[in-house]
């Protein structure tokens, strides 16, 4: 087991949370609010981590739900095991491994991009632990690669390359300062943080969305309550994704924000959290 608390890894960062050994994996997440839990599953970007994803949705939430978001495997500060193969059972297998630690026998869910895809996988495969599902930005269908995705996957540590895929991500670029440019890179360099995501998705990177889709099939299998939302100027997982899973999700409602990229949750934030948190309480 490795551990990614280093010299270069800060404990004071508002990112480390509280721990639960899920499975043998010492698993970082936060915990807020009370009433019927909802777990956040964060994206596959560079550096990303749950707190990073949801900071500023996990106080709205938290108002009416208990809210979870955990690091998932491989990414933030969860412990990483040297021998670990990155695909979707041990996504799973260590998200159903934290849900039976903290003896959640059923939640919802929030996927954003790749949380997503881990989101339509355990319906799929386990629709007995799964309440109502929102899907933002969500992978988990093939699609062409795009160049934002190519580029995020590809990352390279620098400053440069993760203001450019800051930008990628938003539809305004005046939402990515300096200042979080180099906050998500030094997040992006902790230790063995590279060496994790640079294996996950790896060069052809059509392979890797094919990795992570469920077959159309078991997607229209699917009859949990599932509400989608997109971002009309995404450029990192095209909106035709979205129409895609409405189309086959028989109990889904779409909901598509203009002015957004791929960072619905941040650019939309008060609207995404009202519409999430309405949809979640009618449960």
């Known amino acids: 087991m490795v551990s990614i608390t280093t010299a270069d890894s800060p404990t004071d960062t508002p990112e480390i949370g509280l721990t639960v050994d899920a499975g043998g994996i010492r698993t970082n997440y936060h915990d807020r609010g009370d009433g019927s839990p909802v777990v956040l599953l964060h994206g596959s970007g560079p550096g990303v981590s749950a707190w990073a994803n949801w900071r500023l949705n996990l106080p709205a939430l938290a108002e009416r739900f208990r809210v979870l978001a955990p690091d998932l495997l491989g990414f933030g500060f969860t412990e990483r095991p040297a021998d670990i193969r990155y695909d979707l ?10 849900l039976d630690a903290l003896d959640l026998e059923r939640v919802s869910l929030i996927g954003n991009s790749f949380g997503g895809a881990l989101a339509i996988d355990l319906a799929t495969q386990l629709p007995d632990r799964v309440d ?17 995705l190519d580029e995020v996957w590809g990352y390279q540590p620098s400053i ?26 030094r997040a992006s ?95």
């Open 132 to 148: 109502r599902i929102v899907l933002m930005g969500s992978g988990g269908l093939s699609f062409p690669l795009t160049e934002g």
């Open 89 to 98: 059972p041990s996504w799973r297998g260590h998200l159903v491994a934290f």
């Open 189 to 283: 360099i902790v230790a063995g943080t590279q060496e994790a995501f640079s294996s996950m998705f790896p060069a052809p990177r059509q392979n890797g969305i094919e990795a992570i889709s469920t077959p159309e099939q078991s997607i229209r299998g699917i009859l949990h309550e599932v509400l989608i939302v997109h971002g009309r100027g995404d450029r990192v997982l095209p909106v035709s994704v979205a129409y895609r899973l409405l189309d086959l999700i028989e109990n889904s409602q779409l909901h598509v924000f203009g002015r957004s990229g791929h960072w619905t949750q941040i650019e939309q934030c008060d609207r995404f959290n009202r519409l999430a948190i309405d949809f979640l309480a009618e449960a």
């Open 160 to 185: 440069e390359n993760m203001r450019r895929i800051l930008e990628v991500m938003a539809y305004d670029s005046a939402l990515v300062s300096d200042e979080l440019a180099e906050l998500r890179y």
